[in-house]
């Protein structure tokens, strides 16, 4: 029985601690900044840390790797394709590792880095996607093209309906926003607004989400409905047909909103 828990560091991000109780032996994905991790070791002092997950590069993901390396000597995963600091194991499409006895699969997923992976564990439907896939968004186009991210997001969402998105960011509440601009006729996307804004309210973590729940409420997923179409048609005065340029628009409009 593995469980999961964020710890939360900086302003916004999500460290998703992962516990194995039989063995009191954790796993972190993204740890961005060493002191949660940290803290969580000293309040279970006889717990050891055996692996650091990383999606990509950028610094709010790899902050804390070298000093948690250091301290517990936990192995450290990254992907090939990006300059990972501590990295032990590079990890390349379709790769299978195991950590804390549990299977996980690689997927890379381009498009807010290069060589952004995300780690899907397949017996419990549990998807780790960095920046890539948000609650009811996605990460910023910083390396890769719109239709890279496109291409990524369609292939995440292929994953089961009941796939929990464990992504490193609470940015829910924004980007419901957005997706309200974009679909104001959109119920589910009304009622999830309410839902994630009673939580924040409360100081209540909106992760993880359920793809099926981002099929129906993330404009960045929902590139092939009519409502987005003709929203973005109307925005930009003309027909678009393509559904990658349909999420570049979007993706565009986002950037400004
Ligand atoms: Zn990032
Ligand atoms: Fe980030």
């Known amino acids: 029985m593995i469980k999961i828990e964020a710890l939360s560091a900086f302003s916004d991000n999500y460290i998703w601690l992962l516990q194995d109780a039989q063995h009191k032996r954790v796993a972190v994905?993204?740890?961005?900044?060493?002191?949660?991790?940290?803290?969580?070791l000293q309040q279970h002092h006889d717990w050891t840390l055996s692996d650091i997950l990383i999606t990509h590069h950028h610094n709010d993901h790899v902050g804390g790797v070298e000093q948690l390396r250091r301290e517990t000597g936990a192995r450290v995963y990254g992907p090939a394709n990006e300059n990972i600091p501590g990295r032990d194991q590079a990890l390349v499409d379709g790769e299978r590792i195991e950590v804390l006895g549990l299977t996980l699969q690689?997927?890379?997923?381009?498009?807010?880095?290069?060589?952004?992976?995300?780690?899907?564990?397949?017996?419990?439907?549990?998807?780790?996607?960095?920046?890539?896939?948000?609650a009811a968004?996605?990460?910023?186009?910083?390396?890769?093209?719109?239709q890279q991210m496109h291409q990524s997001l369609q292939r995440l969402a292929a994953l089961p309906d009941d796939?929990?998105?464990?992504?490193?960011?609470?940015?829910?509440?924004s980007n419901l926003r957005f997706a309200k601009a974009v679909e104001p006729a959109n119920r589910e996307i009304a009622e999830r607004f309410a839902q994630v804004e009673a939580w924040r309210q409360q100081g209540q973590i909106s992760l993880p989400s359920v793809?099926?729940?981002?099929?129906?409420?993330?404009?960045?997923l929902r590139a092939a409905q009519t409502s987005v179409k003709e929203m973005i048609a109307s925005r930009?005065?003309?027909?678009?047909?393509?559904?990658?340029?349909?999420?570049?628009?979007?993706?565009?409009?986002?950037?400004?909103?």
Not at 29 to 40: I, L, M, R, S, Y
Not at 163 to 173: M, V
């Open 29 to 40: 994905v993204d740890p961005g900044d060493a002191a949660p991790v940290q803290a969580w």
């Open 106 to 134: 690689v997927f890379e997923v381009p498009g807010h880095t290069l060589g952004h992976i995300a780690f899907y564990q397949p017996q419990h439907h549990w998807l780790f996607c960095g920046d890539t896939l948000f």
């Open 137 to 146: 968004g996605c990460g910023r186009l910083f390396e890769g093209t719109p």
């Open 163 to 173: 796939t929990l998105i464990y992504c490193a960011h609470e940015y829910t509440l």
């Open 211 to 220: 793809l099926q729940l981002e099929r129906a409420t993330n404009p960045f």
């Open 236 to 257: 930009e005065g003309r027909v678009i047909v393509s559904e990658s340029e349909v999420f570049a628009a979007l993706r565009a409009w986002k950037d400004r909103f």
